[in-house]
């Protein structure tokens, strides 16, 4: 079942395998064929379809193409990470970051036809500087980090940017209560009143334990289904957001303790709902250590389009903050990591202060 589900994500897969395993080394067209057990022709037409997405680098000689992997392109990353964990991972557990790949590669398709994005900037001081356009209309991006990295801020000041750029925002929380939030977001000068009266901001508290009962009811009625309709649990009636903050997956994946499957099966209904809806989200996680991944399931940076990472970084005996962002699908960014303060304002980013410090503890 899991094979047929994702047939197009393991043809991408055995044509890519050759440069997944040899990334350093260029292939000609006819050696793919043979290695992959292809037609020449079918081999040209999809290496040139590779390359003009940008996950291989192409060069003519002669009369030969040749292809070597772009080690740098985030979607080649993505494939790659995939293979890699499909080795050691049951098979159940990668259907969701196996569908969401597949989607990728067709969208990446349609958008070297088309490159009519919208896009969504954070308002976030220093931080938009790091974006070439912003975030992709209609994505879904992961924030990151340790406990008092700013979290929890960062998503309120998205919420507060967005809301007085007139964009409906939710904002999911599953830990502090709406009147701390609010509180929050008055200490940094937010008219937090004010776009609620508007309709334009809705602070939701939500008990992630409601969400696990919920969630295994209908994976009970459903009789072992994939596809169950989580809205009702995510969007207030009445309620159409353009942009949804979660805070945070990791008290729902504490909820579902036990039952990991269930929440595997539920992150990935919840981001397919997101993208169905075009919400541009950012969902808050605590950052996992001493593990090859960087939240506890490690299904959720597949899923997510974006990942940006906050932490505190070490200089001797003082820790100072940093801001990275890890990747965007679809959208050019700069790959450094740099300082940002928290301020009685918010965040503020400095892009031109590079951190080089040891890494860590957030």
């Known amino acids: 079942m899991f094979e047929t589900i994702n047939k197009h994500v393991f043809k991408e897969l055995n044509i890519l395998r050759v440069f997944i395993e040899e990334a350093s080394r260029e292939f000609n067209v006819r050696e793919v064929a043979r290695l992959i057990k292809i037609a020449p022709a079918t081999a040209s037409k999809e290496l040139k379809k590779f390359a003009n997405l940008g996950i291989l680098t192409s060069r003519k000689e002669r009369r030969h193409d040749f292809y070597k992997a772009n080690s740098e392109n985030e979607l080649f990353k993505d494939l790659r990470s995939f293979y890699h964990a499909r080795k050691i991972k049951p098979a159940p557990f990668l259907e969701a970051p196996a569908k969401r790949i597949e989607f990728t590669v067709a969208e990446a398709i349609k958008e070297k036809k088309s490159d009519t994005k919208e896009w969504a900037l954070t308002g976030v001081t220093g931080f938009d500087d790091l974006l070439d356009k912003g975030f992709p209309r209609g994505t879904s991006s992961l924030l990151c980090g340790g406990p008092g990295t700013g979290k929890t801020i960062m998503g309120l000041q998205i919420c507060n940017y967005a809301a007085n750029k007139g964009e409906k925002c939710l904002y999911m929380t599953f830990e502090e209560s709406p009147e701390r939030l609010k509180k929050h977001m008055k200490d940094f000068g937010f008219n937090v009143e004010e776009l609620e009266k508007k309709g334009l901001l809705v602070l939701q508290k939500v008990n992630p334990f409601d969400i696990t009962r919920q969630v295994t009811a209908m994976l009970e009625r459903a009789k072992g289904e994939l596809l169950i309709d989580i809205k009702p649990l995510i969007f207030p009636k009445g309620f159409t ?67 940006i990472i906050l932490y505190n970084v070490q200089r001797g005996t003082v820790r100072e903050s940093a801001i990275e962002i890890l990747k965007i699908r679809g959208a050019k960014f700069e790959k450094k990591v740099v300082a940002m303060k928290i301020t009685d304002q918010g965040i503020v980013v400095y892009p031109e202060q590079e951190v080089f410090g040891q890494v860590g503890g957030g």
Do not use: C, H, M
């Not at 595997?264 to 001493?290: A, C, D, K, M, P």
């Open 241 to 307: 957001p353009d942009r949804v903050i979660i805070d945070s997956l990791t008290a729902i994946s504490s909820a579902f303790y036990g039952k990991e499957e269930n929440y595997r099966i539920y992150i990935e209904q919840l981001f397919n709902l997101l993208e169905e809806s075009n919400v541009t989200s950012f969902l808050v996680s605590e950052r996992t250590y001493g593990l090859n991944r960087l939240t506890t399931a490690g299904v959720e940076e597949f899923l997510a389009d974006g990942v």
